[in-house]
């Protein structure tokens, strides 16, 4: 992660982490956070909570939201058919970028960073990557997300997470 700023490692307690799993977190994030998830982070939150994905950057959004008083897009913000997060995303970046967030062959399957966090007011923006405990950046990841820092002229920075048990 040292290609990348930290922005910030926070700890999380294990018990949270069994909430999402259980999918009650979710509905009750969603309805206080209606300006950082939509129907459709819903939706594949439910769909996908009891394996544990999405956890940790919900939490990441919820928690940037509350330090810096930014909003984020979770998550699949670059694929069309998200049209909410497609409108926010012409809003802050041109559609040469938005076509090399959408298809980008040379790096493989890799996706965009987790987030694409933003000023209420559209007047600034960059990406963040979030990695849970166990989670680590692979090479083509890394690459790609150089090649979008360098296209987009917006950094990448990077929210950890440590795991407190009970």
């Keep these: 992660m040292s290609d990348f700023e930290l922005l910030a490692s926070y700890k999380t ?8 799993k259980a999918e009650d977190l979710p509905f009750s994030w969603a ?9 459709d982070d ?4 439910q769909a996908q909570a009891e394996m544990g994905y999405h956890f940790f950057e919900w939490l990441a959004a919820i928690l940037i939201f509350h330090s810096f008083g930014l909003y984020s897009l979770v998550e699949q913000y670059q694929f069309r058919i998200h049209s909410k997060k497609q409108e926010i995303l012409s809003k802050l970046t041109t559609k040469k970028v938005i076509t090399f967030m959408q298809s980008h062959p040379d790096f493989g399957n890799v996706q965009c960073p987790d987030l ?4 209420p007011d559209y007047s600034d923006w960059y990406f963040c990557e979030v990695k849970g405990p ?9 690459d790609f997300f150089k090649e979008l820092s360098n296209k987009s002229k917006k950094p990448i920075k990077v929210v950890e ?3 407190l048990n009970t």
């Design 13 to 20: 307690h294990s018990d949270l982490y069994r909430h999402f």
């Design 31 to 39: 309805s206080i956070y209606p300006m950082l998830f939509d129907e």
């Design 42 to 45: 819903l939706r594949i939150a």
């Design 116 to 119: 694409l966090v933003y000023s």
């Design 134 to 142: 166990n989670d680590k950046m692979r090479n083509n990841q890394i």
């Design 161 to 163: 997470f440590k795991t």
